[in-house]
């Protein structure tokens, strides 16, 4: 619909990410610290409706415990986008959330991203790429991931230092909601240096991400992270086994967590594996990725 030639509402999808590997290098100065990750966008997805009304931002959200104040990632990329273009109309958003919050998954990121690339669309601001990325970073550190549009990526630096992929990988996905919540702020100052695991070579890894070698990825990718949540939260690493003893080639917590993945080859594993955890009252989705259909 649109008003002297201007868009007034758009509905967008928000997907969902997880971190395939995770290598903490370091604490830096300004007290972020230094990663090295491979992303990896998933069909899971928020639904975001985009109105052009009223005035500031109004966000309503499906999710009881969503934040809609000005730490919720939307709110400050409202903010941060009206700074750079001289103020913006009113908004209206409507976020029907699919994606867990606080799990690991990347799902407040991906809604500033999606939030961001369809503002810019809406309103004709004809800001670049580069504008958005940078926009992006000040919100989060996943951010430019979701705005970068790819399928995957290397994430250097904080996470915003890209290399975009495309992954060959194919199999089935099975993501493990446990009833809990961690935080990420914890997770990385919990890290005590040096750390143990060896360090993989990251281009190995993008490499046999675009072979889509999954037997070989599962035997160099791992999240440093696991060790102080592991430790505090004992569930999770059950759960990590309970998916491998399932028939996963892989499983990882995804970020700082909570949620946990297994990648399958076969789908009556996955599926077998996904009875198991919904029998422990544990939430999960399957997903297909590649050209593989669930």
């Not at 194919?170 to 040096?194: C, D, E, N, Q, R």
């Not at 060790?227 to 059950?238: E, Q």
Request: glycine share 12%; proline share 5%.
């Amino acid at each position: 619909m649109s008003r002297g030639g201007v868009m007034r509402e758009q509905v967008v999808a928000s997907p969902a990410k997880i971190n395939l590997h995770l290598q903490v290098l370091g604490k830096r100065p300004d007290g972020y610290h230094e990663i090295e990750t491979i992303f990896l966008r998933i069909p899971l997805e928020d639904e975001m409706r985009i109105f052009i009304e009223g005035k500031g931002i109004t966000l309503i959200s499906s999710h009881p415990c969503f934040p809609l104040d000005s730490s919720n990632t939307v709110v400050r990329a409202y903010q941060l986008l009206s700074e750079r273009v001289g103020g913006l109309p009113g908004i209206r958003v409507e976020l029907e959330k699919r994606i867990p919050v606080g799990g690991g998954l990347g799902g407040g990121s991906s809604n500033a991203a999606a939030f961001l690339v369809a503002v810019n669309e809406l309103l004709g601001l004809a800001l670049s790429r580069e504008d958005l990325l940078e926009l992006g970073k000040r919100v989060g550190a996943d951010v430019p991931f979701f705005i970068l549009g790819a399928s995957a990526a290397v994430g250097k630096g904080i996470g915003e230092v890209l290399e975009p992929l495309e992954s060959a990988v194919k199999g089935y996905l099975l993501l493990v909601f446990p009833p809990l919540s961690v935080s990420t702020s914890w997770a990385y100052s919990s890290l005590s240096f040096p750390l143990t695991p060896p360090c993989t070579d990251i281009n190995i890894l993008a490499l046999l991400l675009r072979k889509g070698d999954l037997a070989e990825l599962a035997l160099r990718v791992f999240n440093h992270l696991e060790g102080p949540v592991f430790a505090r939260y004992s569930l999770l690493a059950r759960i990590k086994g309970g998916l491998l003893g399932k028939g996963a080639l892989l499983a990882l917590m995804s970020g700082s967590g909570s949620t946990l993945f297994g990648l399958f080859d076969e789908e009556g594993k996955a599926r077998e594996a996904a009875r198991w955890a919904s029998g422990k009252g544990w939430g999960v989705c399957l997903v297909p990725l590649g050209e593989v259909g669930v």
